[in-house]
């Protein structure tokens, strides 16, 4: 049986509540197989302050996301990816 191409995601939020929360961090690798054939991770700015609950438990800082591209920027980058 082969295993094909696979995606594992990974998204940071700044809280739970998809009506007023926004995506902070989104990374993802994709395989084929077993082999990793593509990566992508990027920081994501927003303007909702994070809580330190967030940042402690994302390890990701308010100073980060300050500088981090805003979401256009990263969603343009993101469909840049192959596949």
């Known amino acids: 049986m082969s295993l094909g191409h696979w995606v594992v995601i990974d998204i940071e939020t700044t809280g739970i509540d998809e009506a007023t929360d926004q995506i902070i961090d989104l990374g993802f690798l994709h395989f084929e ?47 840049e990816q192959e596949g």
């Not at 593509?38 to 994302?58: A, E, G, M, R």
């Open 33 to 79: 197989g077993t082999k990793l054939i593509n990566k992508f991770s990027s920081l994501v700015h927003t303007d909702i302050p994070l809580s330190n609950t967030i940042q402690k438990l994302t390890g990701i800082t308010q100073k980060q996301v300050d500088k981090a591209p805003k979401w256009g920027a990263v969603l343009e980058s993101l469909y």
